[in-house]
């Protein structure tokens, strides 16, 4: 008879924090994650500022020693499709410092693993079998049971830069890395 209901911010901190992860490569999903946002570091007060979702992403590589300042020099973005509500992903593209370019994509774990069709586990690129997939949607589920929002990341290597950025021209044929957790706390 009693319907309690909260908005973001009232009984939480509106501070969305990565809780957990599922991927066999920490490093290589902090560290894209915190490349495929617009959220900056504040080194005045050594953490993210932006968005509360993709500052979580930022202050979760951080957190691993993972400076977004730092990151982008070594690897600043060249291109990106910006986040849209209507697939649900956002895609950037970086140069490295041996020029060579490398594609982050973060979304909803479905949309992502869509454009999937390999996946890394244990340092090497596998297909994408549906046991893998099966596995994937399993740890999502998993974590959207526990009340976690969860993204997942993409990745893979270009040869070229883009002719142009688009979801259509980039979000395909992409190697799954893995997903992240997150919580507002109470």
């Known amino acids: 008879s009693v319907i309690c209901s909260d908005k973001t911010g009232t009984l939480t901190q509106n501070k969305m924090t990565v809780v957990e992860n599922h991927t066999k490569d920490d490093k290589l999903l902090a560290k894209a994650m915190c490349l495929c946002t617009d959220a900056e570091v504040d080194e005045d007060i050594g953490e993210a500022v932006g968005e509360p979702t993709e500052a979580a992403l930022v202050n979760y590589a951080y957190k691993i020693n993972l400076n977004k300042n730092e990151l982008k020099k070594v690897a600043p973005r060249v291109g990106e499709a910006p986040f849209d509500s209507m697939r649900k ?48 949607l399993s740890a999502n589920k998993n974590m959207a049971d526990r009340a976690l929002r969860v993204l997942a990341l993409g990745f893979k290597k270009l040869i070229t830069e883009p002719q142009e950025a688009t979801s259509e021209a980039l979000e395909k044929e992409l190697i799954f890395v893995g997903l992240v957790g997150m919580i507002d706390p109470v």
């Open 89 to 136: 992903m956002m895609t950037t593209v970086h140069k490295k410092m041996d020029g060579k370019l490398v594609q982050f994509t973060k979304g909803a774990p479905d949309e992502v693993l869509k454009c999937c069709n390999r996946y890394l586990k244990d340092g090497e690129v596998l297909p994408l079998t549906e046991e893998a997939k099966e596995e994937i």
